[in-house]
T-cell receptor
Framework: EDKVVQSPLSLVVHEGDTVTLNCSYE??????LLWYKQEKKAPTFLFML????IEKKSGRLSSILDKKELSSILNITATQTGDSAIYLC??????????????FGKGTKLSVIP | SQTIHQWPATLVQPVGSPLSLECTVE??????LYWYRQAAGRGLQLLFY??????ISSEVPQNLSASRPQDRQFILSSKKLLLSDSGFYLC?????????????FGEGSWLTVV
């Protein structure tokens, strides 16, 4: 059974801190690893990683995949209160009938306090 | 650009009543379509996926069903709701082909079974 584990489950930091969120996986037919940010409703897409060792950046957020260690990290520098959310890691695998499916971790709840 | 809509946004239904959640995608053709559920304290769980009209795959046994009557329409149904069906339901889509595809989510539907 495919498994995605995120740590920590929750995190409280002060504005300006840097945080690192972790995601590890055990899946068959790995195709990609994705990070999403979920505030009040639907998750919004942050990054998709398919190649090991190549960092993706968007503003203060960055992420990298390590296929050897079967893991990924999401870094947020100079955190702001608007970064407070649940961060979801998902691994994309090839499913039956040519489908592409995501298996999600339980998420890391990040709270940034002023 | 592609958009995805699902409705209703919020639903309160008595135990034993039927359910119908609808989702449509615009701006693309032949998408993969998905229904996920997010229960309190759990990660996103894939319920159904579809690679084409009338083609539905179920990931977990349950009293829910899905149908895809048109290429860009995906419906989640139940004949008799259970209390355990309460949760946040998300419709999602991805492009059909590619080594790793981003999955995009609709706004979500909150279902409370009372």
């Amino acid at each position: 059974e495919d498994k995605v584990v995120q740590s920590p489950l929750s995190l409280v930091v002060h504005e300006g801190d840097t945080v690192t969120l972790n995601c590890s996986y055990e899946v068959t037919n790995f195709r990609s690893l994705l990070w999403y940010k979920q505030e009040k409703k639907a998750p919004t897409f942050l990054f998709m990683l398919t190649s090991s060792g190549i960092e993706k950046k968007s503003g203060r957020l960055s992420s990298i995949l390590d296929k050897k260690e079967l893991s990924s990290i999401l870094n947020i520098t100079a955190t702001q209160t608007g970064d407070s959310a649940i961060y979801l890691c998902a691994v994309g695998v090839l499913g039956g009938a040519g489908s592409y499916q995501l298996t999600f971790g339980k998420g890391t709840k990040l709270s940034v306090i002023p | 650009s592609q958009t995805i809509h699902q409705w209703p946004a919020t639903l309160v239904q008595p135990v034993g009543s039927p359910l119908s959640l609808e989702c449509t995608v615009e701006g693309t053709s032949n998408p993969n379509l998905y229904w996920y559920r997010q229960a309190a304290g759990r990660g996103l769980q894939l319920l159904f996926y579809s690679v084409g009209i009338g083609q539905i795959s179920s990931e977990v046994p349950q009293n829910l069903s899905a149908s895809r009557p048109q290429d860009r329409q995906f419906i989640l149904s139940s004949k008799k709701l259970l209390l355990s069906d309460s949760g946040f339901y998300l419709c999602a889509w991805s492009h059909r082909r590619g080594p790793g595809n981003t999955i995009y989510f609709g706004e979500g539907s909150w279902l409370t079974v009372v």
